[in-house]
């Protein structure tokens, strides 16, 4: 195998194709950093960081800073021993999404060595998964028209945003429910309700005949005790986001019986912690989801083929690159509608 002789970082812009609107923020752009991996023998491996302040506290002038320092820590290291590699990107924890596209980019490059792809090197468990889509937070008119849209493409789930307004958010499931009967629903607070709020939501919907598949992060991402409240006052599953970063946070979410699914975001946790994480989850008999911040095609193409390593995954929210305007598609893989193919 091959030593890593370089490592270069460029930022890049790209815009929603609407502002994308959820709990406490609202964006017009996202702004990544592409990682790239360079090898003596010439081989390039990829990967991107999507920095969130809101969830990581990381911005991507934050990153860029970093790039001399990467080099330093890394050039020389054989990318066939990337446990090494991970032990030493482990150490950035102000930064998990560079933690997450520096290991990445480093297996990507190993998989164009050994001659597989990154999932075959991740387990292999399956070829195909189904993303989600998501109904961000809009007039109610513009959500049930985007659900509506959602729904008619094929998306057999749709990922629904509230949490700034709970008698809103409850008109607009009904709404929905409405023009998407059939479809199976992901209900995303982002950490915007109070425990009392989120039960009112998920009773009142209940209450209505709508099924809710998960209930994702009602509340802010340290409540611990009011997520195990909403868990065990609500008759939907709930999800831990924000609140499951590190594999240290899943095994204390675990140990407080909080929730009963998490959401691994490579962005938060990189890939050496979503594999502890996977783990952790299914020796817990919880379940898990994937989901991602505001990644490109190259950022997305990480969390897939983590998805096809490991086929750990009830439900895939993948659709970043899809609300982003791109020049062009760079993932290794096949996107058909909402599945998401392995390519031969």
Same mark, same amino acid.
């Given at each position: ?8 970082? /460029? ?56 790039? /001399? ?6 050039? %020389? $290291? ?36 050994? %001659? ?12 195909? $998964?189904?993303?989600? +889509? ?15 849209? $959602? ?9 629904? +945003? ?21 479809? +199976? ?10 425990? +009392? ?75 050496s912690d979503a594999i502890s994480i996977v783990e952790l989850v299914k020796s817990a008999n919880m379940k ?14 990480? /969390? ?36 998401? $193919?392995?390519?031969?």
């Open positions: 195998m091959s030593k890593i002789k370089d490592i270069q970082f /460029s930022m890049k812009t790209y815009e929603y194709e609407k502002p994308f609107h959820i709990t406490g923020s609202i964006a017009s752009y996202a702004t990544n950093i592409e990682v790239k991996v360079m090898l003596e023998n010439g081989v390039e491996g990829y990967g991107e960081a999507s920095p969130s302040f809101r969830v990581n506290g990381e911005k991507p002038e934050m990153i860029m800073a970093l790039e /001399s320092f990467a080099k330093e820590m890394l050039t %020389g $290291i054989d990318v066939a021993e990337y446990r090494k590699i991970f032990q030493v990107t482990d150490k950035l924890l102000a930064t998990p999404s560079l933690k997450a596209a520096t290991q990445y980019a480093v297996l990507d490059a190993l998989s164009q060595e050994a %001659g597989l792809e990154v999932y075959q090197l991740l387990g292999g468990a399956t070829k195909q $998964i189904e993303t989600d +889509k998501t109904v961000g937070i809009d007039t109610l008119e513009n959500r049930v028209a985007d659900a509506k849209k $959602i729904f008619e493409a094929g998306f057999k789930t749709i990922k629904i +945003k509230v949490g700034e307004d709970l008698k809103e958010d409850i008109q607009a499931m009904y709404e929905i429910y409405k023009v998407s009967k059939g479809a +199976k629903y992901i209900v995303d607070a982002n950490m915007g309700y109070t425990p +009392k709020q989120a039960v009112e939501f998920a009773n009142q919907v209940y209450q209505a005949g709508i099924d809710i598949a998960v209930f994702e992060q009602p509340v802010y991402m340290s409540d611990i005790d009011g997520l195990r409240f909403v868990r065990f006052n609500v008759p939907f599953p709930v999800a831990a986001d924000e609140s499951a970063k590190t594999k240290f946070d899943v095994l204390r979410l675990i140990k407080e019986e909080a929730v009963d699914y998490v959401n691994i975001k490579l962005m938060k946790s990189g890939v898990l989801m994937i989901g991602c911040m505001g990644e490109s095609s190259v950022g997305i193409n990480q /969390s897939v083929h983590f998805a096809f390593g490991t086929g750990a995954f009830d439900f895939c929210d993948l659709d970043s690159h899809l609300m982003l305007k791109e020049e062009r598609f760079r993932g290794k893989f096949i996107q058909d509608g909402s599945k998401m $193919i392995a390519r031969k």
